[in-house]
């Protein structure tokens, strides 16, 4: 009994040679290909705004291997548009329909969503359902509240392997996710054949982020395994990558807290024992995990409006301004602050302004040990977020002007002070997002908030069970 | 004197989750992996001071010497809640471990 995946990540444009590495894989055999799309990376601007960064890329991305789910009839699993929300699935699934029009693919795809519905959080608070905090962070409320719920934009959940398996079970060509865990895409076919839930979770691991477990982590190239009862091999499909011992066992360090232990729905995840070893045919067999059944959770996230920006990017090559950009910057901010035009605007509360200095501490903020600019030239950036669109470009403007022609000690620059590289001078960078939820939710079944609905590509959907 | 810059051959950092950045060691060889090792320079107390957060946020040190890594993980100072993040993705925070003196 063995599993043998394909995976991919679907916002990573592919190697040149995508579609060699394809081929190569599928003369080892493939049972499912898997890539997944969603990620909270990026902070809770996807989320918020409901917007992708690119969904024509995503739609680039998935032609080679949608193809060869469709001429070999290899069932898929995908989860698709950055933040996972309804609004972002639709989105994809619409640039998989064009696929699919324009290539003649048919697939019969379930697709679930993972928005969580607002009145079934109501109802676990109110039933007394504890949903805490992961982390004690400025802005979220160590237990969710009703008015966290309330002031969320939209809320979504990680769905686990458990709504993959049964939409796979009810025999669809492929299964395309909002919000996901990565490992559960994974996941869910070995679970269905009876694979051990350590080992699978542990492949699963491995193989998210496709070639970047492989000797030169690349994300461009896809990776390969075969699953069984006790462990399973890797295998780089790519002529230009391989897999190593340690490229492998490196791959369980990568974005995460801890590599040995993880928290994951339904248990922890412990490859604290695990071992890599060299088979003869270029791969790397992976064994040793451990699952200790944990109370099922999900991890959900919320996203709010924080406010509108908008900034001024100056460009300094004047020395004399070099060492008093901090002073003459300041000054600026405090000129908002008290201008008598912006009275009616509290600093702190309706408006917010920093200026970021890279050349200097741009980067590492406080925790920069360089006293002051070293270099020979240097980028400014105020930065404000506002209460509206318009304030914001307001201050920004006005930020403009005192920085461009404002004095400062030994100024000799009296036509203009620093470069403008770019004309609106005030960018407006649009509506700016935090976390109003990021909890973890208790389930009791596993599958309880998400909905799955069987669509026909290209064309229409129906409503399954 | 050698910094962690010099004793390793890849450096990195990264967020674990939006909150969170963790940082990855890579060795070249066991011996530079020991000798970061047994300094303790990675001890929590000095995680913590290098990037200004209590000690009951460290997360490791850990280490993995078959594959010549360590890692070790702490709250992100200024994360995607803060408006002004200066590092949405913590890919450029390996820094105050990078000049640790071993």
Same mark, same amino acid.
């Given at each position: 009994?063995?599993?043998?995946?394909?995976?991919?990540?679907?916002?990573?444009?592919?190697?040149?040679?995508?579609?060699?590495?394809?081929?190569?894989?599928?003369?080892?055999?493939?049972?499912?290909?898997?890539?997944?799309?969603?990620?909270?990376?990026?902070?809770?601007? %996807?989320?918020?705004?409901?917007?992708?960064?690119?969904?024509?890329?995503?739609?680039?991305? @998935?032609?080679? &291997?949608?193809?060869?789910?469709?001429?070999?009839?290899?069932?898929?699993?995908?989860?698709?548009?950055?933040?996972?929300?309804?609004?972002?699935?639709?989105?994809?699934?619409?640039?998989?329909?064009?696929?699919?029009?324009?290539?003649?693919?048919?697939?019969?795809?379930? /697709?679930?969503?993972?928005?969580?519905?607002?009145?079934? @959080?109501?109802?676990?608070?109110?039933?007394?359902?504890?949903?805490?905090?992961?982390?004690?962070?400025?802005?979220?409320?160590?237990?969710?509240?009703?008015?966290?719920?309330?002031?969320?934009?939209?809320?979504?959940?990680?769905?686990?392997?458990?709504?993959?398996?049964?939409?796979?079970?009810?025999?669809?060509?492929?299964?395309?996710?909002?919000?996901?865990?990565?490992?559960?895409?994974?996941?869910?076919?070995?679970?269905?054949?009876?694979?051990?839930?350590?080992?699978?979770?542990?492949?699963?691991?491995?193989?998210?982020?496709?070639?970047?477990?492989?000797?030169?982590?690349?994300?461009?190239?896809?990776? %390969?395994?075969?699953?069984?009862?006790?462990?399973?091999?890797?295998?780089?499909?790519?002529?230009?990558?391989?897999?190593?011992?340690?490229?492998?066992?490196?791959?369980?360090? &990568?974005?995460?807290?801890?590599?040995?232990?993880?928290?994951?729905?339904?248990?922890? @995840?412990?490859?604290?024992? #695990?071992? &890599?070893?060299?088979?003869?045919?270029?791969?790397?067999? #992976?064994?040793?995990?451990?699952?200790?059944?944990?109370?099922?959770?999900?991890?959900?996230?919320?996203?709010?409006?924080?406010? &509108?920006?908008?900034?001024?990017?100056?460009?300094?090559?004047?020395?004399?301004?070099?060492?008093?950009?901090?002073?003459?910057?300041?000054?600026?901010?405090?000129?908002?602050?008290?201008?008598?035009?912006?009275?009616?605007?509290?600093?702190?509360?309706?408006?917010?302004?920093?200026?970021?200095?890279?050349?200097?501490?741009?980067?590492?903020?406080?925790?920069?040990?360089?006293?002051?600019?070293?270099?020979?030239?240097?980028?400014?950036?105020?930065?404000?977020?506002?209460?509206?669109?318009?304030?914001?470009?307001?201050?920004?403007?006005?930020?403009?002007?005192?920085?461009?022609?404002?004095?400062?000690?030994?100024?000799?620059?009296?036509?203009?002070?620093?470069?403008?590289?770019?004309?609106?001078?005030?960018?407006?960078?649009?509506?700016?997002?935090?976390?109003?939820?990021?909890?973890?939710?208790?389930?009791?079944?596993?599958?309880?908030?998400?909905?799955?609905?069987? /669509?026909?590509?290209?064309?229409?959907?129906?409503?399954?069970? | 004197?050698?910094?962690?810059?010099?004793?390793?051959?890849?450096?990195?950092?990264?967020?674990?989750?939006?909150?969170?950045?963790?940082?990855?060691?890579?060795?070249?060889?066991?011996?530079?992996?020991?000798?970061?090792?047994?300094?303790?320079?990675?001890?929590?107390?000095?995680?913590?001071?290098?990037?200004?957060?209590?000690?009951?946020?460290?997360?490791?040190?850990?280490?993995?010497?078959?594959?010549?890594?360590?890692?070790?993980? /702490?709250?992100?100072?200024?994360? #995607?809640?803060?408006?002004?993040?200066?590092?949405?993705?913590?890919?450029?925070?390996?820094?105050?471990?990078?000049?640790?003196?071993?």
């Amino acid at each position: 009994m063995s599993v043998k995946i394909l995976s991919f990540i679907n916002h990573a444009p592919q190697a040149l040679d995508v579609e060699d590495s394809i081929e190569r894989a599928l003369e080892w055999g493939v049972d499912v290909i898997v890539a997944q799309g969603t990620s909270n990376d990026w902070g809770a601007y %996807w989320l918020g705004s409901g917007l992708q960064a690119n969904s024509a890329n995503m739609k680039a991305n @998935l032609r080679p &291997y949608l193809r060869a789910a469709s001429e070999r009839k290899i069932p898929f699993v995908l989860s698709v548009g950055q933040a996972g929300a309804d609004i972002h699935v639709e989105e994809s699934l619409s640039r998989v329909d064009e696929l699919c029009r324009e290539e003649g693919w048919n697939f019969d795809v379930g /697709v679930i969503s993972a928005d969580i519905d607002p009145d079934f @959080l109501r109802a676990e608070l109110r039933a007394g359902t504890r949903i805490r905090a992961v982390h004690d962070v400025e802005g979220l409320s160590p237990y969710l509240t009703e008015s966290d719920i309330s002031e969320s934009i939209r809320i979504v959940g990680l769905l686990g392997p458990e709504p993959i398996m049964d939409a796979l079970a009810a025999g669809v060509d492929g299964v395309i996710t909002g919000r996901a865990v990565d490992i559960a895409l994974h996941m869910a076919l070995p679970l269905l054949k009876g694979i051990p839930r350590g080992v699978a979770a542990h492949a699963g691991k491995i193989l998210e982020c496709g070639g970047i477990a492989g000797s030169n982590a690349d994300a461009s190239e896809p990776i %390969w395994a075969e699953v069984d009862e006790t462990g399973f091999v890797v295998r780089s499909p790519s002529a230009s990558q391989s897999v190593t011992r340690r490229s492998v066992a490196a791959h369980s360090f &990568y974005e995460r807290e801890d590599p040995f232990r993880e928290a994951n729905p339904g248990g922890m @995840l412990d490859l604290s024992e #695990c071992t &890599y070893a060299e088979t003869p045919d270029g791969g790397i067999r #992976c064994e040793g995990a451990r699952w200790i059944d944990e109370p099922y959770t999900v991890l959900i996230e919320g996203a709010k409006l924080l406010g &509108y920006r908008s900034i001024v990017v100056f460009g300094i090559r004047e020395p004399a301004l070099l060492r008093e950009v901090h002073a003459l910057g300041d000054r600026v901010l405090d000129w908002l602050d008290s201008a008598p035009r912006f009275g009616a605007y509290e600093a702190g509360k309706d408006f917010r302004t920093k200026v970021r200095v890279f050349g200097h501490d741009g980067v590492l903020g406080p925790l920069e040990p360089a006293e002051g600019i070293t270099g020979h030239e240097a980028a400014v950036i105020f930065d404000i977020v506002a209460v509206n669109q318009d304030l914001a470009d307001h201050m920004a403007f006005v930020a403009f002007q005192h920085f461009f022609t404002g004095s400062y000690p030994g100024r000799r620059t009296t036509a203009g002070n620093a470069t403008l590289p770019f004309v609106p001078a005030n960018l407006p960078a649009g509506p700016v997002y935090g976390f109003s939820v990021y909890h973890i939710l208790p389930l009791k079944n596993p599958s309880d908030p998400f909905t799955t609905r069987r /669509v026909q590509l290209p064309g229409g959907g129906v409503k399954i069970p | 004197m050698s910094k962690i810059q010099d004793m390793t051959a890849a450096l990195r950092s990264k967020n674990a989750g939006p909150f969170m950045i963790t940082v990855d060691l890579f060795f070249a060889n066991e011996a530079d992996f020991d000798a970061v090792r047994d300094s303790n320079v990675l001890s929590v107390a000095n995680v913590a001071i290098a990037y200004r957060v209590l000690e009951s946020g460290v997360v490791g040190p850990f280490w993995h010497r078959d594959a010549l890594m360590a890692k070790v993980t /702490v709250p992100k100072h200024s994360s #995607c809640q803060d408006v002004f993040c200066n590092d949405i993705f913590g890919s450029q925070q390996h820094f105050p471990i990078a000049q640790l003196e071993v």
